[in-house]
């Protein structure tokens, strides 16, 4: 069922006691309900058993290459940006039995992996990671080559969208014009609001699912005072951002620039450990392997998430094609800036800026593109 646009959205409010009501009017339609907790350090993404598992009164701080949790001066339910995981692995999953066999008599008897679908509620999506799902499903979802699989999770989804109420630092999606805020493609977005005493959820209502369950949950009409606080909340986050990318004429940009010596600074720092593709929630890649007993009785066939910092990745007959980190870097970040738009019509990037926190030695997305783009610039005092 299509969602509406928030310019088409009904909104309410609802105390924030009342979260717990939204979460059993969710789960009571048969949904696995999947949203932020803490775990080993970090807010991840895992199954959520009620609204005590969510990071309540915790907040995350980020930098190149930095990450760590800390606590919030309030209790404010999503008052974190994002963690090391997308929403992607609910969809396409990071590793996948596809079929195993077993010798039977002179020949092999083949089965086929179950997919064991799910329907999955996520809860607290950001409005970068709504692109990012958009991004993916012209990928995957779309055209000759669909994923049948990734399709059906897709179809199943309702997803409650959380505004952000506060930029990371490592955050440009005001940049890449993907948030803070949520404007399609949700059955229900929330906005926290805590103001003094008051602690309670602005709710944009898009789809007859996202009513439905909205029918069940006490809540009031919202005000236009209630609107005014969002805007201002989210005017107050888009001008707050911790990174920042100017994406105009950034195809060319790169296009023209595939020879230049900001690739071999970038090389020389990069480790080529794919971390960045790892967390990236627009990245597809996968690879497929087969594994054997060593009695040659079974086999399993299993595809795996791959990433084309891998030096197999492009390997061809004679050798791979990208055999540097200088070539394996330019490839990725042209394909996201670049060539995407060729193949897809859109960048292959959301802002999330995952993939700067999480380079182990601080790599930064928006200051390779900066550097590159400021060498065409003029010299000072020159004609």
């Known amino acids: 069922m299509a969602a509406k646009s928030s310019k088409n959205a009904n909104s309410v409010a609802i105390d924030a006691t009342r979260l717990s009501q939204l979460f059993t009017a969710i789960s009571n339609r048969g949904f696995e309900v999947m949203g932020p907790t803490v775990r080993e350090g970090a807010i991840v993404y895992d199954r959520l058993n009620s609204v005590e598992d969510l990071p309540r009164g915790r907040t995350d701080e980020q930098n190149a290459g930095q990450y760590r949790l800390t606590q919030r001066h309030d209790q404010s339910f999503f008052g974190y940006n994002l963690g090391p995981h997308s929403w992607k692995k609910f969809l396409h999953q990071p590793i996948r039995r596809l079929w195993k066999c077993a010798r039977n008599g002179g020949g092999f008897q ?34 000759a080559y669909a994923d049948p699989e990734y399709k059906a999770r ?37 906005t926290e609001i805590l103001d003094g005493e008051s602690h309670y959820f602005f709710v944009e209502v898009a789809s007859e699912r996202g009513a439905e369950v909205m029918a069940e949950v006490p809540h009031r009409e919202a005000k236009a005072a209630d609107r005014e606080i969002v805007d201002r909340l989210m005017a107050e986050t888009s001008s707050h951002m911790g990174r920042a990318l100017d994406i105009g004429g950034l195809k060319e940009l790169l296009y023209r620039n595939s020879e230049h010596p900001r690739w071999d600074n970038v090389a020389m720092r990069c ?16 690879t497929v392997e087969d594994v054997t007993d060593l009695a040659g009785q079974q086999a399993e066939r299993w595809r795996k998430w791959d990433s084309c910092f891998a030096m197999d990745f492009s390997y061809i007959h ?56 400021e060498s065409e610039l003029p010299v000072s005092g020159t004609r």
């Open 154 to 190: 897709r179809d199943k989804l309702f997803i409650v969208a959380v505004n952000c109420a506060q930029a990371g630092g490592t955050c440009f999606c005001a940049s890449m014009k993907t948030g803070p805020r949520a404007t399609s493609g949700y059955d229900l977005a929330l």
């Open 318 to 373: 004679g050798g791979s094609v990208r055999a540097t980190a200088k070539s394996r870097y330019r490839q990725w970040i042209t394909h996201k800036l670049a060539s995407w738009v060729d193949q897809f019509g859109e960048f292959g990037c959301v802002g999330c800026g995952r993939c700067i926190t999480w380079c182990p030695v601080g790599i930064d997305i928006t200051e390779e593109v900066r550097a590159i783009r």
């Open 271 to 286: 480790l080529t450990c794919a971390n960045c593709t790892m967390v990236c929630p627009t990245c597809f890649c996968t």
């Open 110 to 143: 083949i089965t086929a992996e179950e997919a064991g679908l799910l329907k999955y509620a996520l809860i607290g999506v950001r409005a970068c990671e709504l692109h990012a799902l958009a991004v993916l499903d012209k990928v995957l979802a779309a055209g």
